[in-house]
């Protein structure tokens, strides 16, 4: 009785890991989203290229630069998360198969996302920066200045903490 019970409760919690897969999904959708966004700014950059001064065009590449780097966390989370914790992803045969997919773990996730949000980070900074240059807008304050940076060095130190604490546990692993 107990016996069945508890494989009961086990193949339920094992099988529970499939309520991600409509998150996975959303994400999906979330490049859709991405997407016209990103082709929305390529359309008002390519229809003002010639009026706009070049900081304005800098600004605006670096607007798809960014918008460029989420998709990429995106597709980051979405293909190890599933294949980590839902299922793996059959598609070994195809030659467009990124080579990281099947081979990236919780780890290496972890500090992969961790890496794409500071370079996010770094080019919103930058941009601040550029922005801060251009004589016709509106300043941000040394204080809203120095939230930035300070937000961008506590990234940095997040991954530097995360990569130390695997090379710990890596080393120890193999004690």
């Not at 919103?124 to 040394?142: P, R, T, W, Y």
């Not at 204080?143 to 130390?164: C, D, E, K, N, R």
Request: aromatic residues 10%.
């Amino acid at each position: 009785m107990f016996k069945a019970i508890e494989h009961l409760l086990e193949f339920t919690i094992f099988r529970s890991r499939w309520l991600l897969a409509p998150m996975y999904l959303g994400l999906v959708g979330g490049l859709v989203i991405l997407l016209v966004k990103f082709c929305q700014e390529f359309m008002h950059i390519a229809s003002h290229v010639l009026e706009a001064q070049e900081q304005e065009v800098v600004l605006s590449l670096l607007a798809l630069v960014d918008i460029t780097l989420v998709a990429n966390l995106l597709i980051m989370v979405i293909f190890s998360g599933y294949e980590n914790f839902v299922s793996k992803i059959d598609v070994a045969e195809n030659e467009d198969r990124p080579e990281w997919m099947g081979k990236v773990d919780y780890s290496g996730l972890k500090l992969k996302l961790i890496g794409s949000i500071v370079a996010i980070s770094a080019i919103d900074l930058l941009k601040a920066f550029v922005h801060q240059s251009s004589s016709d807008s509106e300043h941000l304050s040394n204080t809203q200045m120095g939230w930035m940076v300070g937000i961008h060095i506590t990234f940095i130190v997040t991954g530097l903490l995360f990569a130390i604490m695997d090379h710990i546990a890596e080393k120890n692993k193999h004690h």
